[in-house]
Nanobody, 126 residues
Framework: QVELEESGGDSVQAGGSLRLSCAAS????????MAWFRQAPGKERDWVGR??????????YADSVVDRFTISRDNPLMNKVYLQMNSLKPEDTAIYYC?????????????????WGQGTQVTVSS
């Protein structure tokens, strides 16, 4: 079993920055891939990016956030994963979710992830 808990969501002005955190616990072999997704009101849950444990590769990013967002981890086992968001835009407003699963199931499809956090709200005003 894996548990995930996001934190760091807030309301900011456009152009500002936020750092989200995802604290992970439980079986490490079940969370060798950790990803960030976001969901705006009335829209589908979109992949933001992902990172792999140890030397598994990444981070990888969606085109909409590349060069603005950075995913990092505290150690190779990924007890904490971070999403640094810079140059925020109103269209980045969403609930941001951390997700985890084994690396073999890692993809941009949210249905491929077994474990999810409760989400944290990010609001960017113009």
């Amino acid at each position: 079993q894996v548990e995930l808990e996001e934190s760091g969501g807030d309301s900011v002005q456009a152009g500002g920055s936020l750092r989200l955190s995802c604290a992970a616990s439980g079986a490490t072999d079940s969370r060798t891939c950790m990803a960030w997704f976001r969901q705006a009101p009335g829209k589908e849950r979109d992949w933001v990016g992902r990172i792999h444990a140890n030397n598994g590769g990444g981070p990888y990013y969606a085109d909409s956030v590349v060069d603005r967002f950075t995913i990092s981890r505290d150690n190779p086992l990924m007890n904490k994963v971070y999403l640094q968001m810079n140059s925020l835009k109103p269209e980045d407003t969403a609930i941001y979710y951390c997700a985890a699963d084994s690396a073999s199931r890692c993809s941009r499809d949210p249905s491929g992830y077994k474990y999810w956090g409760q989400g944290t709200q990010v609001t960017v005003s113009s």
